[in-house]
């Protein structure tokens, strides 16, 4: 991706029918997502769940906005996913000392050793999936980039 030049990927796009990166960007992770779920359902947990834990993982408490920037989750979606983390002792929340308006999530002890248990078993299933890729380092740099 970063050896073409704008004006070729512009062509490129153009000569294609349809939307060819959304297509193949969707079905890619939708492919991943999948792998990585399999991981989750046998520890009992859901794709948002899992992104909760890791961007919860060697922080303090974290504010409900920020975490659902981590985790590109909804606020009452995030609301439930975080109820039930509380509900199984992963995590826990408290009221921020510094603005009694909001609270705080955290990690509690079970919820990073489920999280360093869990992310042993996602990193196979990455590495995995980049042994499938020509040029992983590249691809995960663009990706990175495009994401912000």
Do not use: C, F, K, N
């Amino acid at each position: 991706m970063a050896s073409r030049g704008v004006e070729e990927t512009r062509a490129l796009a153009a000569s294609s029918p349809g939307t060819p990166l959304t297509g193949a960007l969707i079905r890619a992770a939708r492919a991943v997502t999948a792998r990585v779920e399999q991981v989750l359902a046998a520890e009992g947990l859901t794709l948002d769940q899992w992104l909760a834990l890791d961007a919860l993982t060697g922080r303090g408490g974290v504010a409900m906005t920020e975490l659902a920037d981590r985790t590109l989750t909804t606020g009452p979606t995030l609301t439930r996913v975080v109820d039930r983390l509380v509900g199984t002792a992963q995590a826990y929340r408290e009221v921020d000392a510094g603005d009694r308006r909001r609270v705080l999530v955290y990690l509690s002890a079970r919820g990073r050793a489920t999280h360093r248990r869990i992310a042993a078993r996602i990193g196979e299933v990455e590495a995995e999936v980049l042994t499938e890729l020509s040029a992983p380092d590249e691809l995960l740099a663009d990706l990175r980039r495009l994401g912000g």
